[in-house]
C-alpha cells in the first residue's frame, strides 16, 4: 500500500479550499503504487486523485513533471491534469508533503498484457517520445547509469542476503554498463516507468498514461528497452518474443528505429533491468518491515537481468534490422 502520509479531513478541505472543486465528500488512500501516497477523492466538482510527493520525489522537479503532463495533454496525449487553484497553483502543500491534485483518468491496467496491448505500447511510447520533443523544460536521469553505483553501494553487504554472490555479480554488471554504455543516440524525454500498472486501457483500447515522475531526459531507446523488461515477461520468467515483437514493432510504426539503437536494444535492455533490480534491491533492504507498502521483487529483475545478459543479438528478441 503506498500511502506513506496519512491526510486529516479538516486539513484535506482547508487545502480543497482554494479550488473550484466543490466540497469534500469522501476521499480515501489508494493501495497501489510504492512512490508517492495517492487519494482518491470525491467533491462536488468530480473525482480527482490527490498526490502527496514522496522520498524520491524532489520539489524542484515538480514543475517539469506537472509542465510535461499539461504539454502532453495539450499535444493530444490522454494523461492526468493538474487541477489549477483560484490563484492560478498547479502545486501546493498538504500534511508538511508537496501535493497536488489532478483530474481522474477513466480505465484500467492489465495485469496479464497481450501481444496486441504490448503492440499499443509501444505504440503510445513513440507518440509520446515524439510529442515531448518539443517540450522546453530539461531533468537529467537521477536513476540514469551515473546514479546506479550510488544505489548499490547503498545497499551495502545485504544485497547477499537476497541471494549469495548477487553484490559481486551486479558490481561486475554495473562496471560492464559503466564502460559500454552507448553514446550518441537519439535522446529526448521519456517516460522511465511504463510499467502496465502506468498505461490505462478502456473498451479494449489504450486509453491514457499516468505516472511521469521519473520521466527525464534520456536515450529514447532506453524507455523502450524499459518496457521491454516490464511487458514482455510471463509470470514464470520466461521472454515472450511474441510480445516482445509487437512492442517493438509498434515502437517502430510511431517513430523509426535506426540500425544503432537496435543494436544497442540489448545493451540498454540490460541497463533496464539494472535499475530496476537495484531500487527494489535498496527498497528490500530499507523499507522497514512493518511499513504499510508492498516491496517489489528484486528477484524478478535479477532473472530479467541475466536474460538480458545472455541475449546475443535483436534477434532474440524477436525482431530484425
Ligand atoms: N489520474 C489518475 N486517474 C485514475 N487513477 C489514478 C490516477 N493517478 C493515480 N491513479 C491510481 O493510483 C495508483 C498509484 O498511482 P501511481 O502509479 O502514480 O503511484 P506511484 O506510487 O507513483 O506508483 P509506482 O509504484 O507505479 O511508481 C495507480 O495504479 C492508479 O490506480
Ligand atoms: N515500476 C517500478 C516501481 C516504481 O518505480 C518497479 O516495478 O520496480
Known sequence: MAVYTDVGEAELAGF????DCGPLLSYK????????????????????????????????DLPFFVGLMRHLASRGLNCPQPVVTRDGETLGELAGRPAALFTFLEGM???RPHADQCREVGVALAQLHDLASDFDLRRPNALGVAGWRQLLDGCGPRADDVEDGLRDELDAELRFLEENWPKGLPAGVIHADLFPDNVFFL???????????????????YDLAICLCAWCFEQDGAYNVTKGRALIEGYRSARVLSAAELAALPLLARGAALRFLLTRLYDWIHVPANSFVTKKDPKEYLRKSRFHRSVRSIADYGVHE
Open 203 to 221: 473498451s479494449g483500447e489504450l486509453s491514457g498514461l499516468i505516472d511521469f515522475y521519473f520521466a527525464c531526459n534520456d536515450i529514447l531507446a
Open 16 to 19: 480543497l479550499g482554494r479550488y
Open 29 to 60: 488512500g489508494i493501495a497501489e503504487g510504492v512512490e508517492n501516497s495517492n487519494f482518491l477523492l470525491r467533491a462536488g466538482g468530480g473525482t480527482f486523485i490527490l498526490t502527496l510527493y514522496e522520498k524520491r520525489v524532489d520539489r524542484d
Open 109 to 111: 491496467w492489465s495485469r
